[in-house]
Nanobody, 127 residues
Framework: QVQLVESGGGSVQAGGSLRLSCAVS????????MGWFRQAPGKKREGVAA????????NYADSVKGRFSISQDNAENTLYLYINNLKPEDTAMYYC????????????????????WGQGTQVTVSS
C-alpha cells in the first residue's frame, strides 16, 4: 500500500524559511514524477514543484521560481520542498503526490496526473 506522509509545516513570519518533507512508503514505480501542491482556502489546488524520479529534472510554477526548491533522497525514500523568503500568499495546505508509473520530461504540475496523495501539512505565513 502506497503511503505519502508530509511533515514540516508550521507558522512562520514573512521572510522565513521552511523545509517540508514527504516520507514515501510502499511505492515501487521506477519511472514516475513526484510533486508538491498547495491549496489555500477558497482557491483551487495549485502545483508548485515537481521532480522526475528517474533523472532528477525539476519543474516549478512561475509564482515560486527562485524561492522553492524540490529534491529527493532516494536512500531515505523522502521528498523535500525547501521554501525560502516566505510570503503571506504562500499560506496554504501543502500536499505531496506521486504519479505512480507515469513520467514526463519535465514533470507536469497538474493534479490530474497524480495518483497518490498525502494528507497535507499546513503552512501559515504572517506578515
Amino acid at each position: 500500500q502506497v503511503q505519502l506522509v508530509e511533515s514540516g509545516g508550521g507558522s512562520v513570519q514573512a521572510g522565513g524559511s521552511l523545509r517540508l518533507s514527504c516520507a514515501v512508503s510502499g511505492y515501487a514505480y521506477g519511472a514516475s514524477c513526484m510533486g508538491w501542491f498547495r491549496q489555500a482556502p477558497g482557491k483551487k489546488r495549485e502545483g508548485v514543484a515537481a521532480i522526475n524520479a528517474d533523472d532528477g529534472s525539476t519543474n516549478y510554477a512561475d509564482s515560486v521560481k527562485g524561492r522553492f526548491s524540490i529534491s529527493q533522497d532516494n536512500a531515505e525514500n523522502t521528498l523535500y520542498l525547501y521554501i525560502n523568503n516566505l510570503k503571506p500568499e504562500d499560506t496554504a495546505m501543502y500536499y505531496c503526490a506521486a504519479t505512480g508509473g507515469s513520467a514526463w520530461y519535465p514533470c507536469l504540475l497538474t493534479d490530474l496526473v497524480y495518483k497518490y496523495w498525502g494528507q497535507g501539512t499546513q503552512v501559515t505565513v504572517s506578515s
